[in-house]
């Protein structure tokens, strides 16, 4: 069965900086593109960055220049470094793969900005 956790979102300041993971399990992680995706409130999910399977990576452009995603495949785990924060940053933070199992979702990760 797919497993998708992701970890740590915490409360930052604007300009600050967090680093997110996701551990993901039961499919062949190496096989997979992998994307973070994030759902503020009232508003829809959306795919703020990705991980082709060779490593190539895109970005929303509300995010370009100051996050990146990488993937560590030993580990079956994918990152996002966050950096510069916004408050228009703050959301849930979801990993999947791209694009995404429609059925599997994580808890996701909470990321507040706010001074």
């Known amino acids: 069965q797919v497993q998708l956790v992701e970890s740590g979102g915490e409360l930052v300041q604007p300009g600050g900086s967090l680093r997110l993971s996701c551990a993901a399990s039961g499919f062949i992680f190496s096989m997979a593109a992998m994307g973070w995706y994030r759902q503020a409130p009232g508003k829809q999910r959306e795919l703020v960055a990705t991980v082709t399977r060779g490593g190539s990576t895109d970005y929303a452009d509300s995010v370009k220049d100051r996050f990146t995603i990488s993937r560590d495949n030993a580990k079956n785990t994918v990152y996002l470094q966050m950096n510069s924060l916004k408050p228009e940053d703050a959301a849930v933070y979801y990993c999947?793969?791209?694009?995404?199992?429609?059925?599997?979702w994580g808890q996701g990760t909470q990321v507040t900005v706010s001074s």
């Open positions: 999947n793969t791209n694009p995404p199992f429609r059925v599997y």
